[in-house]
């Protein structure tokens, strides 16, 4: 979590220390602790909220993975004389002449690959995924069992540095909120936002237009922020069609192993936690990708991550740069 300057009010970092030291004194395990906040800022977070600013919705804890815990914390491993870094993360490895590659974790329900895309498969031939294999309940177990203080802890929820504060307030700290109108589809004023930064593509909650006409038939979703004039589009109806798109471009494409050949037809999450879509990765260009969906996608959010699978093996992926119809 980020450096605890607010109090421990949202921050769990003091406590997470004070869980592996506990941990570690009951397993006999030397804890070293370094402080990586700075390497952070530089590489994830001015990153962060350079996204927010251009109007995307970025996903750190992937460009987590990549600078700082399998390069910065490795690197700071592999001086300890450390071979391998294991992780807590629900994915997992094979190996062959070819290389490492990356699977999926056992359980389905909590694979974490989605994060691990951007890792490089010499990263991954120094890792571990000592749970990648199990049940989360099978590790709760594991660790009630030895007696270990985290063996019921809550899951992490919300953004790694940011955890369950409320995120507005968190984001209004580092950029000026800009608010602006709010139009539906036909171009009607519905209200105003606080700031297109506060709100991502097939967003429900928290639009503040709850009392307009016609709110009562169906809920209103966002569908557009229109950079251009700083405005906010909204649409009625989980399935209105305007939240719907079948293909796009996405830039900055990284491949765990080898670039594949195209087109290549496979599967794809464009959110974590979301089924595999069947889609076709029809050209690459300059690390720019296009990719056709053989079913319309809902809500599909610029500066999100498009990752690419075959069964359980996660090929790469690509930050979403726009969608089309």
């Known amino acids: 979590n980020w450096d605890e300057d607010d109090g421990t009010e949202y921050c769990t970092a003091r406590t997470d220390l004070e869980d592996a030291m506990r941990v570690c004194d009951k397993l006999n395990v030397e804890l070293h602790t370094v402080n990586f906040a700075q390497q952070y800022w530089d590489n994830v977070f001015e990153h962060f909220l350079a996204e927010y600013n251009a109007g995307r919705t970025p996903n750190p804890d992937v460009l987590c993975n990549r600078e700082i815990k399998f390069k910065v914390f490795a690197d700071y491993a592999e001086k300890l004389g450390a071979d391998f870094i294991a992780t807590g993360h629900y994915a997992r490895t094979s190996h062959s002449s070819e290389g490492t590659r990356l699977l999926k974790g056992l359980d389905h329900n909590k694979d974490q690959s989605y ?43 919300g953004i790694c540095f940011i955890g369950e504060r409320r995120f507005k307030d968190f984001l209004e700290r580092y950029l000026p909120a800009n608010p602006g109108p709010i139009i539906d589809n036909n171009g009607n004023p519905m209200g ?119 069964d359980d093996h996660c090929l790469g992926g690509a930050v979403i740069q726009q969608a089309f119809k």
């Open 115 to 157: 994060f691990l895309h951007a890792v490089s498969h010499q990263q991954l031939a120094k890792t571990l995924f000592p749970i990648g294999e199990m049940e989360k309940s099978a590790v709760r177990a594991i660790a009630k069992k030895a007696d270990l203080v985290t063996h019921d802890k809550k899951d992490s929820t």
């Open 192 to 310: 105003k936002h606080s700031g297109l930064m506060f709100h991502t593509i097939g967003q429900r909650q928290g639009l503040g237009i709850g009392g307009v006409a016609n709110a009562a038939q169906a809920p209103w979703y966002v569908a557009e922020k229109r950079l251009i004039d700083n405005t906010l589009i909204v649409v009625q109806g989980n399935n209105h069609e305007l939240l719907f798109t079948n293909s796009l471009t996405a830039i900055d494409s990284h491949w765990i192993a080898e670039e594949p050949t195209l087109p290549l037809k496979c599967k794809a999450k464009t959110r974590y936690r979301q089924e595999d879509q069947a889609c076709t990765i029809v050209s690459a260009d300059n690390g720019q990708l296009c990719v056709e969906f053989d079913e319309p996608q809902r809500a599909t959010t610029p500066g999100q991550y498009i990752v690419f699978y075959v």
